[in-house]
């Protein structure tokens, strides 16, 4: 089993920045996948941003690419989310995701995270004003 715990959510207006962070725990040794999605009340969820954990390659969605950064600190075994030029179409719960799963690539994590096999967080909110 794994846990993910979620925190740096808050409110902020057009432009500014926040960071989220995940702190991971339980059999975090198996984990090949972590990343970020968000989703809206109506909305299916959507990727935002995923590392291939052992190679720390990434992956982000068109839509925040350039905006925002995600990294990972294995040591603290934690995922972060530093999120910048925010927009009011920013505005969802944001859940952290880790998963053993061999998706072949952060892409395909980011795109497709499987119902079987992917924890989630409880999420946090962001809310952007404009």
């Known amino acids: 089993q794994v846990q993910l715990v979620e925190s740096g959510g808050g409110s902020v207006q057009a432009g500014g920045s926040l960071r989220l962070s995940c702190v991971v725990s339980?059999?975090?040794?198996?984990?090949?996948?972590v990343g970020w999605f968000r989703q809206t009340p109506g909305k299916e969820r959507e990727g935002v941003a995923t590392?291939?954990?052992?190679?720390?390659?990434?992956s982000y969605d068109f839509a925040v690419e350039g905006r925002f950064t995600t990294s990972q600190d294995k040591a603290k075994n934690t995922l972060y989310l530093q999120m910048n030029s925010l927009k009011p179409d920013d505005t969802a719960m944001y859940y952290c995701?880790?998963?053993?799963?061999?998706?072949?690539?952060?892409?395909?994590?980011?795109?497709?995270?499987?119902?079987?096999?992917?924890?989630w967080g409880q999420g946090t909110q962001v809310t952007v004003s404009s």
């Open positions: 995701a880790a998963d053993d799963h061999a998706y072949g690539g952060s892409w395909y994590f980011l795109t497709g995270p499987s119902l079987a096999t992917t924890y």
């Open positions: 339980g059999n975090t040794d198996r984990i090949l996948y």
């Open positions: 590392i291939e954990a052992r190679y720390d390659k990434k």
